[in-house]
């Protein structure tokens, strides 16, 4: 039996719709909340002969990952996340780039010499790598309404990947992932004017303008901190927030401060878009964070350590 395992976001799922678009296989899949990582864990060691890992970290899953290995399962592992030791097997296949310009989408549009290359500009866009995304939209010779319904949908399913549980989603991401891969194109996707893509669109839109009204707890030169309120709307828009502000001021770091129902915070912190470096260090600092340069986030900050992750971020970015 065949697992894929994959992040929800727009990342992990685009990852997969190429990779299965390649090569169709039938497989369980295991996937969840973009915050959910540890999904290795889920697959079942007696049952798996091998097993597609995209855009988890390899770190946070490594027992599970062992026990794979140990049990002699195939194991193809895609990510650019903090990896840690990566085991030395010939059961391991590892495509593994921690550059911060970089996506599991375009590892995998790479190892598929840009077979299916508008999906992974599309990631690219959702996962906030303007940069790689245009380079390689202007190389394909992308016009300028293409790129930007690419960004479009890469944001938009980005954006469904946030919330608590699935139910705060539009979409659970296996059930996304199986209305994209249906799509070679994702410009045709776009096109239909019922599809997945315009129920997103129109979701993002009111949530969005929800989110203009976020009370800010500090705007220095170093960085920006909002707080978002304990609401599904608000939990939808915590990654796609911060990007925008992000990109509306590039050389800050921002961060989004959402209630959990227990009175702590979840936490996305964006590197400044100019120096796309430490986020991950500085939500390591701190109890339940964690992830890459760029982006990073805490899942369940005490409410009395808010003005000391503010300060660690002010203090990292000065």
């Known amino acids: 039996m065949h697992f894929d395992v994959f992040n929800g976001d727009a990342d992990g799922i685009i990852a997969l719709v190429q990779l299965r678009l390649a090569e169709p296989k039938k497989s369980t899949l295991i996937t969840g909340v973009k915050r959910d990582i540890a999904l290795v864990e889920n697959v079942s060691t007696e049952q798996a002969t091998s097993v597609t890992i995209l855009d988890v970290s390899m770190e946070k899953n490594i027992t599970?990952?062992?026990?794979?290995?140990?049990?002699?399962?195939?194991?193809?592992?895609?990510?650019?996340?903090?990896?840690?030791?990566?085991?030395?097997?010939?059961?391991?296949?590892?495509?593994?780039?921690?550059?911060?310009?970089?996506?599991?989408?375009?590892?995998?549009?790479?190892?598929?010499?840009?077979?299916?290359?508008?999906?992974?500009?599309?990631?690219?866009?959702?996962?906030?790598m303007l940069a790689s995304a245009e380079a390689l939209a202007n190389q394909m010779g992308l016009t300028p309404l293409e790129k930007s319904q690419l960004k479009a949908l890469g944001i938009y399913i980005n954006y469904n990947g946030y919330g608590r549980s699935v139910d705060d989603l539009h979409f659970a991401p296996d059930q996304l992932f199986q209305q994209l891969v249906k799509y070679e194109n994702p410009l045709t996707l776009i096109a239909e004017t019922d599809s997945v893509y315009h129920q997103l669109e129109n979701a993002y839109h009111q949530d969005m303008d929800k989110a203009i009204n976020a009370k800010i707890l500090a705007d220095n030169e170093q960085c920006k901190a909002v707080e978002l309120p304990d609401e599904a709307w608000a939990r939808r828009v915590s990654g796609v927030f911060g990007n925008e502000l992000a990109n509306q001021s590039p050389e800050k770091a921002h961060i989004v401060f959402t209630i959990n129902r227990d009175a702590s915070y979840t936490v996305s912190l964006r590197a400044p878009m100019n120096n796309k470096q430490g986020a991950g260090d500085i939500c390591a600092e701190f109890p339940t964070g964690g992830g890459r340069a760029a982006a990073a986030g805490v899942n369940e900050l005490p409410a009395e350590m808010i003005n000391a992750f503010i300060k660690a971020v002010a203090q990292y970015y000065t």
């Open 64 to 128: 599970a990952l062992t026990q794979l290995l140990n049990h002699d399962v195939d194991v193809f592992y895609v990510d650019h996340h903090r990896a840690g030791d990566i085991p030395q097997t010939d059961k391991l296949h590892a495509i593994i780039d921690t550059d911060a310009n970089t996506c599991t989408s375009l590892l995998v549009n790479t190892y598929l010499e840009n077979q299916y290359v508008n999906w992974a500009i599309a990631a690219a866009y959702g996962d906030n």
